[in-house]
Protein backbone atom coordinates (compact mmCIF):
# COMPACT_ATOMS: atom_id res chain seq x y z
CA UNK A 1 0.00 0.00 0.00
CA UNK A 2 1.35 3.29 -1.53
CA UNK A 3 1.96 5.82 2.05
CA UNK A 4 0.28 9.39 1.83
CA UNK A 5 1.72 11.62 -1.47
CA UNK A 6 0.87 14.85 0.34
CA UNK A 7 -2.35 15.30 -1.71
CA UNK A 8 -5.85 14.84 -1.81
CA UNK A 9 -7.70 13.91 -4.07
CA UNK A 10 -9.64 16.47 -6.70
CA UNK A 11 -8.62 19.74 -8.63
CA UNK A 12 -9.44 23.23 -9.15
CA UNK A 13 -12.16 22.50 -11.96
CA UNK A 14 -14.13 20.48 -8.34
CA UNK A 15 -13.75 23.39 -6.81
CA UNK A 16 -15.04 26.12 -9.37
CA UNK A 17 -18.21 23.74 -9.66
CA UNK A 18 -19.34 23.91 -6.68
CA UNK A 19 -18.51 27.65 -6.19
CA UNK A 20 -21.08 28.03 -8.91
CA UNK A 21 -23.45 25.87 -7.39
CA UNK A 22 -23.34 27.51 -4.04
CA UNK A 23 -24.04 30.70 -6.00
CA UNK A 24 -26.94 30.04 -8.03
CA UNK A 25 -28.43 26.72 -7.11
CA UNK A 26 -27.69 26.29 -2.69
CA UNK A 27 -26.18 24.32 -0.73
CA UNK A 28 -29.19 21.68 -0.72
CA UNK A 29 -28.32 20.88 -4.66
CA UNK A 30 -24.65 20.82 -4.33
CA UNK A 31 -24.99 18.19 -1.47
CA UNK A 32 -27.72 16.25 -3.99
CA UNK A 33 -24.57 16.62 -6.71
CA UNK A 34 -22.56 14.67 -4.03
CA UNK A 35 -24.47 11.74 -4.62
CA UNK A 36 -23.39 11.01 -8.34
CA UNK A 37 -19.94 12.12 -7.14
CA UNK A 38 -19.37 9.59 -4.57
CA UNK A 39 -20.92 7.07 -6.67
CA UNK A 40 -18.24 7.43 -9.45
CA UNK A 41 -15.19 7.54 -6.41
CA UNK A 42 -16.78 4.59 -5.19
CA UNK A 43 -15.05 2.85 -8.45
CA UNK A 44 -12.83 4.90 -9.32
CA UNK A 45 -10.88 5.16 -6.25
CA UNK A 46 -9.95 1.02 -5.41
CA UNK A 47 -6.49 1.53 -3.37
CA UNK A 48 -8.52 4.58 -1.22
CA UNK A 49 -12.06 1.98 -1.24
CA UNK A 50 -9.64 -0.44 0.33
CA UNK A 51 -8.09 1.43 2.85
CA UNK A 52 -10.91 3.03 4.43
CA UNK A 53 -12.86 0.03 4.47
CA UNK A 54 -10.27 -2.19 6.72
CA UNK A 55 -10.19 0.94 8.51
CA UNK A 56 -14.01 0.04 9.11
CA UNK A 57 -13.78 -3.59 9.29
CA UNK A 58 -10.28 -4.43 10.98
CA UNK A 59 -9.74 -1.50 13.39
CA UNK A 60 -13.11 -0.14 14.15
CA UNK A 61 -14.78 -4.14 13.86
CA UNK A 62 -17.67 -3.36 12.40
CA UNK A 63 -19.15 -6.01 10.51
CA UNK A 64 -18.90 -6.47 6.13
CA UNK A 65 -21.96 -5.11 5.50
CA UNK A 66 -21.95 -2.23 8.13
CA UNK A 67 -18.27 -1.52 7.32
CA UNK A 68 -19.66 -1.30 3.00
CA UNK A 69 -22.41 1.26 4.27
CA UNK A 70 -19.84 3.43 6.34
CA UNK A 71 -17.35 3.35 3.50
CA UNK A 72 -20.26 5.27 1.16
CA UNK A 73 -21.29 7.26 4.62
CA UNK A 74 -17.50 8.11 4.59
CA UNK A 75 -17.18 9.18 0.80
CA UNK A 76 -20.50 11.13 0.93
CA UNK A 77 -19.25 13.09 4.31
CA UNK A 78 -15.71 13.80 3.27
CA UNK A 79 -17.87 15.83 -0.14
CA UNK A 80 -20.11 17.80 2.41
CA UNK A 81 -17.22 18.93 4.55
CA UNK A 82 -15.06 19.78 0.84
CA UNK A 83 -18.23 21.78 0.01
CA UNK A 84 -18.75 23.09 3.57
CA UNK A 85 -15.16 24.76 3.04
CA UNK A 86 -15.76 25.81 0.31
CA UNK A 87 -18.73 27.63 1.56
CA UNK A 88 -17.43 29.33 4.17
CA UNK A 89 -14.51 30.78 2.69
CA UNK A 90 -16.47 32.38 -0.08
CA UNK A 91 -18.42 33.84 2.35
CA UNK A 92 -22.11 31.85 3.09
CA UNK A 93 -21.13 31.51 6.66
CA UNK A 94 -24.74 31.97 7.86
CA UNK A 95 -25.64 28.71 6.15
CA UNK A 96 -24.27 27.13 9.63
CA UNK A 97 -24.22 26.74 12.82
CA UNK A 98 -21.52 26.46 15.45
CA UNK A 99 -21.13 25.74 19.21
CA UNK A 100 -17.18 26.63 20.37
CA UNK A 101 -16.07 24.07 23.46
CA UNK A 102 -12.86 25.75 24.63
CA UNK A 103 -12.89 28.81 22.95
CA UNK A 104 -11.43 30.32 26.46
CA UNK A 105 -7.97 28.73 25.31
CA UNK A 106 -7.59 30.07 22.29
CA UNK A 107 -8.54 33.81 23.94
CA UNK A 108 -5.29 33.02 25.90
CA UNK A 109 -3.38 32.94 23.06
CA UNK A 110 -2.84 36.58 23.30
CA UNK A 111 0.74 36.71 21.57
CA UNK A 112 0.08 34.05 18.84
CA UNK A 113 -0.54 30.17 18.32
CA UNK A 114 -0.75 27.24 17.15
CA UNK A 115 -3.64 24.87 16.45
CA UNK A 116 -2.77 21.28 15.85
CA UNK A 117 -5.81 19.12 13.69
CA UNK A 118 -5.90 16.60 11.77
CA UNK A 119 -7.79 14.93 8.37
CA UNK A 120 -11.07 14.65 10.79
CA UNK A 121 -14.31 16.76 10.51
CA UNK A 122 -13.94 20.29 8.96
CA UNK A 123 -10.95 22.17 11.00
CA UNK A 124 -11.55 25.29 8.96
CA UNK A 125 -13.88 26.12 10.75
CA UNK A 126 -11.75 27.51 12.71
CA UNK A 127 -11.31 30.44 11.04
CA UNK A 128 -14.79 31.84 11.98
CA UNK A 129 -13.73 30.92 15.54
CA UNK A 130 -10.52 33.26 15.12
CA UNK A 131 -12.79 35.59 13.23
CA UNK A 132 -15.32 36.11 16.29
CA UNK A 133 -11.64 36.52 18.52
CA UNK A 134 -10.18 39.28 16.34
CA UNK A 135 -7.37 36.72 15.55
CA UNK A 136 -5.74 36.45 11.81
CA UNK A 137 -4.89 32.63 11.29
CA UNK A 138 -2.65 30.99 9.02
CA UNK A 139 -3.60 27.84 6.97
CA UNK A 140 -0.51 25.15 6.49
CA UNK A 141 -0.78 23.49 3.18
CA UNK A 142 1.26 20.66 1.51
CA UNK A 143 2.74 22.13 -1.83
CA UNK A 144 1.51 18.74 -3.28
CA UNK A 145 -1.86 18.88 -2.10
CA UNK A 146 -3.05 22.73 -2.65
CA UNK A 147 -1.06 24.62 -4.33
CA UNK A 148 -3.31 25.55 -7.55
CA UNK A 149 -6.81 25.37 -5.38
CA UNK A 150 -4.74 27.23 -2.83
CA UNK A 151 -4.60 30.25 -5.58
CA UNK A 152 -7.95 29.78 -6.84
CA UNK A 153 -9.41 30.04 -3.04
CA UNK A 154 -7.58 33.12 -2.66
CA UNK A 155 -9.58 34.58 -5.30
CA UNK A 156 -13.05 33.38 -3.48
CA UNK A 157 -12.09 34.52 -0.15
CA UNK A 158 -13.65 36.76 1.56
CA UNK A 159 -13.08 36.22 5.14
CA UNK A 160 -9.36 38.17 4.80
CA UNK A 161 -8.58 36.74 8.75
CA UNK A 162 -7.78 33.50 6.70
CA UNK A 163 -4.02 33.25 4.89
CA UNK A 164 -2.39 30.31 3.15
CA UNK A 165 1.17 29.15 4.11
CA UNK A 166 2.27 26.56 1.19
CA UNK A 167 4.79 24.22 2.88
CA UNK A 168 7.70 24.03 0.63
CA UNK A 169 10.84 21.93 0.22
CA UNK A 170 13.26 25.12 0.96
CA UNK A 171 12.21 25.01 4.09
CA UNK A 172 11.44 29.22 2.95
CA UNK A 173 7.77 28.84 4.82
CA UNK A 174 9.50 29.00 8.24
CA UNK A 175 9.97 32.86 7.19
CA UNK A 176 6.45 33.01 6.71
CA UNK A 177 5.56 31.31 9.91
CA UNK A 178 8.18 33.49 11.66
CA UNK A 179 6.36 36.91 10.91
CA UNK A 180 2.66 35.98 11.09
CA UNK A 181 3.53 34.31 15.11
CA UNK A 182 5.91 37.90 15.04
CA UNK A 183 2.74 39.66 14.43
CA UNK A 184 0.70 37.25 17.12
CA UNK A 185 -1.07 35.80 14.58
CA UNK A 186 -2.35 32.02 15.12
CA UNK A 187 -0.79 29.01 12.88
CA UNK A 188 -3.02 26.03 12.04
CA UNK A 189 -1.58 23.22 10.55
CA UNK A 190 -2.53 19.33 10.35
CA UNK A 191 -0.93 17.07 12.85
CA UNK A 192 -1.71 13.53 11.53
CA UNK A 193 0.55 13.14 8.25
CA UNK A 194 3.90 13.51 7.06
CA UNK A 195 6.04 13.61 3.83
CA UNK A 196 9.08 11.64 3.11
CA UNK A 197 12.20 12.52 5.19
CA UNK A 198 10.21 13.91 7.97
CA UNK A 199 11.37 13.22 11.46
CA UNK A 200 8.39 11.00 13.05
CA UNK A 201 7.77 9.30 15.99
CA UNK A 202 5.72 5.36 16.02
CA UNK A 203 2.68 5.31 18.98
CA UNK A 204 -0.17 3.25 19.70
CA UNK A 205 -3.19 4.89 17.76
CA UNK A 206 -6.50 2.81 17.65
CA UNK A 207 -4.81 -0.77 19.00
CA UNK A 208 -1.67 -0.61 16.38
CA UNK A 209 1.45 1.29 15.92
CA UNK A 210 0.86 4.16 13.39
CA UNK A 211 3.69 7.35 12.65
CA UNK A 212 3.15 10.40 13.52
CA UNK A 213 4.91 13.80 12.53
CA UNK A 214 7.22 15.60 15.33
CA UNK A 215 7.15 18.63 13.11
CA UNK A 216 4.09 20.21 14.28
CA UNK A 217 5.09 20.30 18.22
CA UNK A 218 8.46 21.27 16.95
CA UNK A 219 7.31 24.27 15.52
CA UNK A 220 5.43 25.01 18.74
CA UNK A 221 9.03 24.53 20.79
CA UNK A 222 11.34 26.84 18.05
CA UNK A 223 8.62 29.52 18.06
CA UNK A 224 7.97 29.12 21.72
CA UNK A 225 4.29 29.98 21.52
CA UNK A 226 1.47 28.00 22.71
CA UNK A 227 -0.33 24.56 21.18
CA UNK A 228 -3.98 24.06 21.04
CA UNK A 229 -5.34 20.39 19.26
CA UNK A 230 -8.26 21.35 17.90
CA UNK A 231 -11.18 19.05 15.90
CA UNK A 232 -14.36 20.44 14.34
CA UNK A 233 -16.87 17.79 13.68
CA UNK A 234 -20.33 18.12 12.21
CA UNK A 235 -22.85 16.99 13.90
CA UNK A 236 -25.50 17.60 11.74
CA UNK A 237 -26.19 18.68 7.98
CA UNK A 238 -25.27 22.28 8.99
CA UNK A 239 -24.54 22.31 12.60
CA UNK A 240 -20.79 21.96 13.65
CA UNK A 241 -19.12 21.13 17.03
CA UNK A 242 -15.44 22.99 17.47
CA UNK A 243 -13.44 21.67 20.30
CA UNK A 244 -9.86 22.52 21.40
CA UNK A 245 -7.97 21.57 24.24
CA UNK A 246 -6.10 23.66 27.31
CA UNK A 247 -2.62 25.40 26.09
CA UNK A 248 0.41 23.30 26.23
CA UNK A 249 3.82 24.64 26.55
CA UNK A 250 6.44 22.40 24.32
CA UNK A 251 9.74 24.02 25.96
CA UNK A 252 12.89 23.92 23.44
CA UNK A 253 15.99 22.50 24.85
CA UNK A 254 19.62 21.87 23.48
CA UNK A 255 20.25 19.28 25.09
CA UNK A 256 18.90 16.31 22.24
CA UNK A 257 18.02 13.80 24.45
CA UNK A 258 15.62 16.08 26.66
CA UNK A 259 14.47 17.56 23.22
CA UNK A 260 13.81 14.33 21.83
CA UNK A 261 11.76 13.27 25.29
CA UNK A 262 9.44 16.47 25.40
CA UNK A 263 9.10 16.11 21.48
CA UNK A 264 8.07 12.78 22.16
CA UNK A 265 5.37 13.69 24.85
CA UNK A 266 3.84 16.33 22.93
CA UNK A 267 3.11 14.06 19.73
CA UNK A 268 1.67 11.76 22.67
CA UNK A 269 -0.82 13.91 23.98
CA UNK A 270 -2.09 14.89 20.74
CA UNK A 271 -2.77 11.35 19.63
CA UNK A 272 -4.20 10.51 22.61
CA UNK A 273 -6.51 13.81 21.83
CA UNK A 274 -6.98 12.63 17.88
CA UNK A 275 -8.10 9.08 18.88
CA UNK A 276 -10.34 10.12 21.37
CA UNK A 277 -11.89 12.05 18.64
CA UNK A 278 -11.67 9.47 16.05
CA UNK A 279 -13.44 7.07 18.10
CA UNK A 280 -16.32 9.66 18.84
CA UNK A 281 -16.70 10.60 14.86
CA UNK A 282 -15.60 7.63 12.96
CA UNK A 283 -17.65 8.40 9.72
CA UNK A 284 -15.46 11.89 9.35
CA UNK A 285 -11.89 10.56 9.20
CA UNK A 286 -10.69 10.99 6.35
CA UNK A 287 -7.89 8.53 5.49
CA UNK A 288 -7.51 7.09 2.46
CA UNK A 289 -4.10 4.94 2.50
CA UNK A 290 -2.20 2.53 5.06
CA UNK A 291 -1.96 5.10 7.89
CA UNK A 292 -0.06 2.21 9.85
CA UNK A 293 1.94 1.25 7.42
CA UNK A 294 5.76 2.22 9.30
CA UNK A 295 8.23 3.39 6.60
CA UNK A 296 11.36 2.59 6.49
CA UNK A 297 14.58 4.41 6.45
CA UNK A 298 12.89 7.09 7.86
CA UNK A 299 14.15 9.26 11.47
CA UNK A 300 12.06 8.06 14.03
CA UNK A 301 11.83 7.39 18.05
CA UNK A 302 9.77 4.26 18.92
CA UNK A 303 7.09 5.00 21.58
CA UNK A 304 6.24 1.99 23.63
Not at 84 to 96: E, H, T, V
Amino acid sequence: MRAWQGKTRGGVLGYRIFVWTLKNLGLSFAYFLLCFVVTYYIFASRKAFLSIFRFFHTIIKFNFWNSLISVYRNYYSFGQVLIDKIAMLAGFQSNFTFDFEGEEYLRQMENGGLLVSGHLGNWEIAGQLLNRLEKNINILLFDAEHKQIKGYLSEVLTNRRVNFIVIRDDYSHLQEIRQALERKEIIAMHGDRYLEGNKIVVLDFLGKPAPFPVGPVNLAARFRVPVSFVFALKETSKHYHFFATPLRTVEFSNNLRKRDGILRESVQAYVIAFENAVRKFPLQWYNYYDFWKIPENQSQQNIK
